[in-house]
């Protein structure tokens, strides 16, 4: 069985500070890993994955994500953060091979502020 | 392009009715998968069709019920509807299925409220 946990339910950082959203994953096989973004009142917009390539991984808006696997860790970073990144964000696993249906098990979600 | 789209955007109903939620896949992708997200909980799976047949499902009873269309548009069905059920429902789109993943893109949800 697979799981996430995100540590912190809200971070709050100052305008052009690190963005650091942590998570820690379970799983059985290897995983692929994804983090996810969601604005007020829309659905989730992909921000970058991990599917067993680099283990440094950049996404979209300045993000980045290391996968390490001794730590069972995918955490997410932005080294200066904007308004604009202000929003929910979700870390998400799935077992890669097996039988996984697609199946995204993901974290409780951490709420990101940013103070101007 | 046409992205996911999901219908209605907002829904009220009554404990005990029947719901049917709707799901239009992006253009060319034949797999959907349907999610659950509670007020201030992460998404929850509910269950995957693949080329109309359910292809997975999540620990929900079977009062949650699903259909894939032969354009590979989905419903979701609710019976028997509850309080707890009262949530953000998200659908997600996909190309292919089974062992490997493929990228999951997600409608902007229909939000459920339950009274």
């Known amino acids: 069985a697979q799981s996430v946990t995100q540590l912190g339910s809200h971070v709050s950082v100052s305008e052009g500070a690190l963005v650091l959203l942590r998570c820690n994953y379970s799983s059985s096989v290897p995983p692929y890993l994804f983090w996810y973004v969601q604005y007020p009142n829309q659905g989730l917009q992909l921000l970058l994955k991990y599917t067993s390539a680099a283990t440094l991984v950049k996404g979209i808006n300045g993000f980045e994500a290391e996968f390490k696997k001794s730590e069972t860790s995918f955490h997410l970073t932005k080294p200066s953060a904007h308004m604009s990144d202000a929003a929910e964000y979700f870390c998400?696993?799935?077992?890669?091979?097996?039988?996984?249906?697609?199946?995204?098990?993901f974290g409780q979600g951490t709420i990101l502020t940013v103070h101007p | 392009e046409t992205g996911v789209t999901q219908s209605p955007t907002h829904l009220i109903k009554t404990r005990g009715q029947q719901v049917t939620l709707r799901c239009s896949s992006q253009?060319?992708?034949?797999?959907v998968s349907w999610y659950q997200q509670a007020l201030g909980q992460g998404p929850q799976f509910i269950f995957q069709?693949?080329?109309?047949?359910?292809?997975g499902r999540g620990n929900f009873p079977p009062r949650f019920s699903g259909l894939q269309f032969p354009n590979y548009s989905s419903e979701l069905n609710v019976n028997a509807l509850e309080l707890d059920d009262s949530a953000l429902y998200l659908c997600a789109s996909s190309l292919g299925s089974g062992a490997s993943y493929n990228e999951q893109f997600f409608g902007p949800g229909t939000r459920l409220t339950v009274l």
């Open positions: 998400a696993v799935v077992e890669a091979g097996g039988t996984s249906y697609g199946k995204l098990t």
């Open positions: 069709y693949y080329r109309e047949e359910e292809n």
């Open positions: 253009s060319g992708h034949n797999t």
